[in-house]
Nanobody
Framework: QLSLVESGGGLVQPGGFLTLSCAAPGFALNDYAIGWFRQAPGKEREGLSCISSSGANTHVADFVRGRFTISRDRDKNMAYLHMNNLDFDDTAVYYC?????????????????????WGQGAQVTVSS
């Protein structure tokens, strides 16, 4: 059972930046497509970004494009979500997820695949 661990969350001021990391200790994260999601209190979970297992293909949701980017380091077996110019509305629990399908499946700008494995989440709070 693949176990994902997010790290890098925390408190940041508006306009600040954070990088979230996703690891899978003991597993080959490189074999999976990685997605990043978030869920704010009282709101539905929303898909933010995805990167294929090779790293050649990425997707970023329109509502965070230009501020968020996704990457992975295959040598370190890690994936990342880089977030810039954070705003109050970015406050949420952020999750990484893995899919053995290896590719990102997007329809009408939205991630539609069913990710098999999920991390416990990392809290990101944007506050002044």
């Amino acid at each position: 059972q693949l176990s994902l661990v997010e790290s890098g969350g925390g408190l940041v001021q508006p306009g600040g930046f954070l990088t979230l990391s996703c690891a899978a200790p003991g597993f080959a994260l490189n074999d999976y497509a990685i997605g990043w999601f978030r869920q704010a209190p009282g709101k539905e979970r929303e898909g933010l970004s995805c990167i294929s297992s090779s790293g050649a293909n990425t997707h970023v949701a329109d509502f965070v494009r230009g501020r968020f980017t996704i990457s992975r380091d295959r040598d370190k077996n890690m994936a990342y979500l880089h977030m810039n110019n954070l705003d109050f509305d970015d406050t949420a629990v952020y999750y990484c997820a893995a899919d053995s399908f290896r590719l990102c499946v997007v329809s009408e700008g939205r991630l539609i695949q069913r990710f098999e494995y999920w991390g416990q989440g990392a809290q990101v709070t944007v506050s002044s």
